[in-house]
């Protein structure tokens, strides 16, 4: 997302940055914001920013991918982070050698489930650390909603910051989990 204009509404920028940043960059979409915050022009489709919407983080709350977002820095679609597939993450559960860790919110937990075993963040922004396993060697896969989310991406960026030195996402989150058929636990 390139720099927002000064007149903007810096809060408004900073969630839809947030929320949005991964989706609008990979798509390459453009959003004409008025000072008070109404879309004049926008080259985002309505499913898209729907998609965005999510749950995770509510409130506005600025992070790492807002600030860089909102500040015109370009980051990789990953952030650097390696990526698994949903069948890769099923046999690596399967033989203990990771640990997958839910950075969605409760309303996309109790809609969609969540990977059985996985770590319940309490927040991907501010979750403490003492949620995630005590061995920072640990492999650890982060996911969230879905391909459109960055609520992986930041709570993994969090921990790869705090010392665990093995973290990947899952890009597909649990949408990608249930449409490719796999077992779910509900809340």
């Not at 995630?132 to 650890?140: E, N, S, T, V």
């Not at 899952?170 to 949408?175: D, E, K, Y």
């Amino acid at each position: 997302m390139k720099r927002a204009p000064a007149s903007l509404p810096s809060v408004l920028v900073s969630v839809l940055a947030a929320r949005c940043s991964r989706a609008l960059r990979s798509s390459g979409a453009v959003l004409v914001l008025s000072a008070s915050g109404a879309v004049l022009a926008s080259g985002v489709s309505f499913g898209l920013l729907a998609a965005c919407k999510g749950d995770a983080g509510s409130g506005p709350k600025a992070t790492s991918a807002a600030t860089s977002a909102a500040s015109g820095e370009q980051t990789g679609e990953t952030g650097g982070l390696a990526e698994v597939s949903v069948d890769d993450l099923e046999r690596q559960l399967a033989s203990g050698a990771c640990q997958a860790v839910d950075a969605n919110g409760n309303i996309t937990r109790q809609r969609m489930g969540t990977i059985p075993g996985a770590v319940l963040l309490s927040d991907y922004e501010a979750f403490a650390l003492a949620e995630l396993p005590a061995d920072k060697q640990r492999p650890l896969v982060f996911y969230c909603a879905n391909e459109y989310c960055g609520a992986s991406h930041e709570a993994a960026k969090r921990a790869r910051f705090a010392g665990y030195t093995d973290v990947k996402v899952l890009p597909a989150g649990i949408a990608g989990w249930v449409k490719a058929g796999k077992t779910t636990a509900k809340l």
